[in-house]
Structure formats: structure tokens, C-alpha cells
């Protein structure tokens, strides 16, 4: 299961708890998970360009005091790595490489912020503040961030979402002028130009984690749409809105035939049966995508849909989700699945949870590290 930080949407519950209680909520997390008989646990370590560790590059993060760079006291990744590995779960380290702020106004940044401190490595768009991708010494920067969490602790994996180059914007345009005119001379094309940074931050990264610890698996999490079939023959049956390989210029797909990671965790977030975007399609799809290339594939589960009235009815019926796996466990080069996130887990409104380990769970399955 993921357990996301960024805005306090799963642990800490709310920012300024003191060390004692965030220290009790993630080991219920961890307990949580080990009831559901889940085996890895993919912890949010730096969700706003800041640290829930003691890194020498970044601040102490926002969601743990309220106050970004305040020390709240004690070592969340530290504990989460130990007490995950007392549980026999994998502890997943989870990274956003280049969101900043989910608003603006660098102001309201720690005063030693990296973005405070280099405001010509910031981007504005939509209401919120990234790292400019074009820029070598902002991937440089953020390998380093990354790098540090896995020199220091023995984290299974690191873990990349789907936030690379932002979700496109109606009326705005990202502002890399300047960086592509610097950096872009190769490419008459601005987007291939920023699917090489992309790839330039998944390849070199890849390499350093090899190089700090080896043995430590190198996982992303992409939308579940790489492209459109009308895109691209290569591409799924699928009509979605979105495509990472024309929106957030992240080619996926490449990165599994490089061999630049590990393992894939698609965010497959439809219902089979979708209009536009059917699971079944997309879980095919990726499974054709993986064979051969021995990236493993992990399916991201949308159970924060389970239960939730406002989704389509097909999330309201308990059994949807064991039907996912159920459908999975026919295709061989599907290792396992992810679920979002981590207050669901525990919520799990309609009993889609309990009803899938009940089905697909019957003893709890050895991490996928160590099997």
C-alpha cells in the first residue's frame, strides 16, 4: 500500500501531532498493513521537495509540524525502515522528483529551501511551484536529495509517482524558454527535448542507486496510459485524456525496454468495463509491455474508489476489486498490487479490502525482495 504524507493525506494525520503520536500512527499503519496481509509499504519521504528524514539537501518536511524545516523530533524514515523490516513488510522509499510547493509564493518556503535559495531553478504553473526539469543542475540536485535516503538507510526500493513534467494546464504553458534555448540545441522538437530530461533523471538515477546500495530495486509509478492507439499503433486501445508520453513527456515504456528500473507500478485507476479507459485493456497492455524485458509488474490499485459514491457504480459493488486481481492472477508476468492508499486500507468503506485479501489472500505472501 502507498501512505502518502503530501497535505497530510494518510500520516501524519495532521501536521504538529508530537513524535510520540506520529510515531504511533505509522506503526498502525504498518500494523494495518500486516492485517490486510500486505507485504511492502510504499511511505511518501519527500513530498513537497522536503525530507521526513535529517537530509543535509532539504528541509524537515511541512506535514510533520506544520512549519517546513522544523526538527519534529525523531527520524520518520529511520523508524519506518526498522519497524517495517521487525513486520517482515518491504519498506518502499517515495520520492516526488520535481513538485515543490502546491502553491506559489515562495515566500511561504523554509528560508534555507533549495527553491528560496535558487528561485531560477523554480517554474510556476497552475497554481503551484516545480523544478525546472530542463535544467542539469536541478536533476543533479534532485539525485542527491534522492541518493542520501538510500545511502543512509536500507530502503528495499525507491519509488518514483507519476509527477514528472506537470499534468497539463487548460491556458498555461510551462515556462522552459530559457532552459530550451540553453539546453535544447539538439532538439528542433521541444517535447522530445523534455523527454530526454526525463530519461537523462530516470537513467542516471537508476545507475547512482545501483552504485550506492546495490540490491535496491528502482520502481516508478506512471499513469496508466503510456499512449493512445489513435497516438501511436503501439500504444493502448484506450481514449483516455491523458497520456504520459505526450502530457507529462515521460516514456514509460522506454524505460522498461532500457531496463533503466526495476519494476512498474502503473496506476490502472478505471473499472473494467470503463468506456475509455478499461482495466482489462490497460492490465493486458502493460503485460504485453513487460515480457521479455524482466521488469517486474506491480498493478496500482484505485481503492480510494471503493465505496466512494461520487465514482461510477461499478466501485460501489465490493467484489470490483477482487475482480482486478482475480483477472491479474491470469496473466503470469503480473507479480502483485498496490493499493491507494493507506487511510482506505484502514477505512475501507464497502469492504472491497476484505473482501479481496479474502478471495486472492489466504496467508500473507513473502515481499517480492526476498521471495
Known amino acids: 500500500?502507498?501512505?502518502?504524507?503530501?497535505?497530510?493525506?494518510?500520516?501524519?494525520?495532521?501536521?504538529?501531532?508530537?513524535?510520540?503520536?506520529?510515531?504511533?500512527?505509522?506503526?498502525?499503519?504498518?500494523?494495518?498493513?500486516?492485517?490486510?496481509?500486505?507485504?511492502a509499504v510504499v511511505l511518501q519521504v519527500r513530498p513537497t521537495a522536503?525530507?521526513?528524514?535529517?537530509?543535509p539537501h532539504e528541509p524537515w518536511a511541512q506535514c510533520l509540524t506544520g512549519t517546513q524545516g522544523r526538527d519534529p523530533g525523531w527520524d520518520p524514515l529511520g523508524t519506518a525502515v526498522t519497524e517495517a523490516h521487525a513486520r517482515g513488510l518491504e519498506l518502499h522509499a517515495w520520492f516526488n522528483p520535481y513538485r515543490v510547493a502546491n502553491h506559489t509564493d515562495?515566500?511561504?518556503?523554509?528560508?534555507?529551501?533549495?527553491?528560496?535559495?535558487?528561485?531560477?531553478?523554480?517554474?510556476?504553473?497552475?497554481?503551484k511551484l516545480y523544478y525546472n526539469p530542463g535544467l542539469p543542475e536541478v536533476r543533479r540536485f534532485v539525485q542527491d536529495a534522492v541518493l542520501d535516503a538510500v545511502r543512509?538507510?536500507?530502503?528495499?526500493?525507491?519509488?518514483?509517482?507519476?509527477?514528472?513534467?506537470?499534468?497539463?494546464?487548460?491556458?498555461?504553458?510551462?515556462?522552459?524558454?530559457?532552459?530550451?534555448?540553453?539546453?535544447?540545441?539538439?532538439?528542433?522538437?521541444?517535447?522530445?527535448?523534455?523527454?530526454?530530461?526525463?530519461?537523462?533523471?530516470?537513467?542516471?538515477?537508476?545507475?547512482?542507486?545501483?552504485?550506492?546500495?546495490?540490491?535496491?530495486?528502482?520502481?516508478?509509478?506512471?499513469?496508466?496510459?503510456?499512449?493512445?492507439?489513435?497516438?501511436?499503433?503501439?500504444?493502448?486501445?484506450?481514449?483516455?485524456?491523458?497520456?504520459?508520453?505526450?502530457?507529462?513527456?515521460?516514456?514509460?515504456r522506454k524505460w522498461i525496454r532500457e531496463g533503466w528500473i526495476d519494476h512498474v507500478v502503473p496506476q490502472l485507476y478505471w473499472h473494467i468495463g470503463h468506456p475509455s479507459t478499461d482495466y482489462t485493456t490497460l492490465?493486458?497492455?502493460?503485460?504485453?509491455t513487460v515480457r521479455g524485458t524482466g521488469v517486474g509488474l506491480y498493478v496500482g490499485e484505485a481503492l480510494y474508489k471503493a465505496g466512494d459514491p461520487g465514482q461510477p457504480e461499478a466501485w460501489q459493488d465490493p467484489k470490483e476489486l477482487s475482480r482486478h486481481l482475480a483477472l491479474a492472477a491470469e496473466?503470469?508476468?503480473?507479480?502483485?498490487?498496490?493499493?491507494?492508499?493507506?487511510?482506505e486500507?484502514?477505512?475501507?468503506?464497502?469492504?472491497?479490502?476484505?473482501?479481496?485479501?479474502?478471495?486472492?489472500?489466504?496467508?500473507?505472501?513473502?515481499?517480492p525482495r526476498t521471495a
Open 1 to 39: 500500500m502507498w501512505v502518502a504524507t503530501v497535505a497530510n493525506r494518510d500520516w501524519p494525520s495532521r501536521a504538529g501531532l508530537t513524535a510520540a503520536e506520529q510515531r504511533a500512527e505509522l506503526l498502525a499503519h504498518l500494523d494495518k498493513a500486516v492485517e490486510r496481509r500486505l507485504n
Open 50 to 55: 522536503d525530507a521526513l528524514w535529517p537530509s
Open 106 to 127: 515562495p515566500a511561504r518556503l523554509a528560508a534555507s529551501h533549495p527553491a528560496r535559495l535558487h528561485p531560477e531553478w523554480t517554474v510556476a504553473y497552475g497554481g
Open 152 to 252: 543512509r538507510y536500507a530502503v528495499d526500493a525507491v519509488h518514483w509517482d507519476d509527477y514528472f513534467y506537470p499534468y497539463p494546464v487548460e491556458g498555461e504553458s510551462f515556462a522552459d524558454d530559457e532552459a530550451y534555448a540553453r539546453h535544447g540545441a539538439d532538439f528542433p522538437d521541444r517535447a522530445d527535448w523534455r523527454r530526454r530530461n526525463t530519461d537523462l533523471l530516470v537513467s542516471e538515477t537508476s545507475a547512482r542507486i545501483k552504485e550506492v546500495r546495490p540490491g535496491t530495486a528502482f520502481g516508478i509509478s506512471p499513469f496508466g496510459v503510456w499512449r493512445n492507439i489513435a497516438d501511436d499503433p503501439a500504444g493502448s486501445d484506450t481514449r483516455a485524456g491523458v497520456a504520459t508520453y505526450d502530457d507529462l513527456y515521460a516514456d514509460t
Open 283 to 288: 492490465l493486458d497492455w502493460w503485460h504485453a
Open 331 to 343: 496473466r503470469p508476468g503480473v507479480g502483485g498490487h498496490c493499493f491507494f492508499a493507506a487511510k
Open 345 to 367: 486500507v484502514t477505512e475501507d468503506r464497502n469492504g472491497a479490502l476484505a473482501t479481496a485479501v479474502a478471495d486472492h489472500y489466504p496467508s500473507r505472501v513473502r515481499p
